[in-house]
T-cell receptor
Framework: SQKIEQNSEALNIQEGKTATLTCNYT??????LQWYRQDPGRGPVFLLL?????KEKRKERLKVTFDTTLKQSLFHITASQPADSATYLC???????????FGTGTRLKVLA | GAVVSQHPSRVICKSGTSVKIECRSL??????MFWYRQFPKQSLMLMAT?????????EQGVEKDKFLINHASLTLSTLTVTSAHPEDSSFYIC????????????FGEGSWLTVV
């Protein structure tokens, strides 16, 4: 069955460092992969989308990579700040259904 | 600003009553909207896909008679929790799909439902 895995354990890093979050998937051929930020008690906020034929996408301090051979996406936050503390979700969709499947999310805590 | 607006953000209702949650797409016409449920510290659970002008498609295990979905216009989908029970208390989130490629999904702010 289709499966998306994100590190369920919280990631704690020091302010100013680069945070790297991982999204692995199996039994899936996604056309698009999206990353979202979710704060407690709020709906997810769209951050970045990357297509299957793109290797990397950047937006300000954010960078996403997409390796369809490894079936993995990495999400990087450079020069991290305490305000970046949140849960980050990855979501995939195939070109056939356009229905998105979400990972369980990784909770990031940036320590001052 | 918000691309998708959800209302109410919090609602408390008595057992046995029904409650309606609205989801509005503000920046685009959304032929497809999605409704999710999320329990604390868990991922989003897709409940149903709402298609404008047709019946919603429910995920396995979701009672369609309990969670009524109406997508009467290209900018509005509603979820009605009928005959609510305390176990229906949860965080409900809607999302809308931008019809222009790459079909980005935008989420509403979510609605906390408490059934007492």
């Amino acid at each position: 069955s289709q499966k998306i895995e994100q590190n369920s354990e919280a990631l704690n890093i020091q302010e100013g460092k680069t945070a790297t979050l991982t999204c692995n998937y199996t039994n899936y051929s996604p056309a698009y992969l999206q990353w979202y930020r979710q704060d407690p008690g709020r709906g997810p906020v769209f951050l970045l989308l990357i297509r299957e034929n793109e290797k990397e996408k950047r937006k300000e301090r954010l960078k996403v990579t997409f390796d369809t051979t490894l079936k993995q996406s990495l999400f990087h936050i450079t020069a991290s700040q305490p305000a970046d503390s949140a849960t980050y979700l990855c979501a995939l969709t195939s070109s056939g259904t356009y229905k998105y499947i979400f990972g369980t999310g990784t909770r990031l805590k940036v320590l001052a | 600003g918000a691309v998708v607006s959800q209302h109410p953000s919090r609602v408390i209702c008595k057992s046995g009553t029904s409650v309606k949650i609205e989801c509005r797409s503000l920046d685009f016409q959304a032929t497809t909207m999605f409704w999710y449920r999320q329990f604390p510290k868990q991922s989003l659970m897709l409940m149903a896909t709402s298609n404008e002008g047709s019946k919603a498609t429910y995920e396995q295990g979701v009672e369609k008679d309990k969670f009524l979905i109406n997508h009467a216009s290209l900018t509005l989908s509603t979820l009605t929790v009928t005959s609510a029970h305390p176990e229906d208390s949860s965080f409900y989130i809607c999302s809308a799909r931008d019809p222009s490629p790459p079909l980005t999904i935008y989420f509403g702010e979510g609605s906390w439902l408490t059934v007492v």
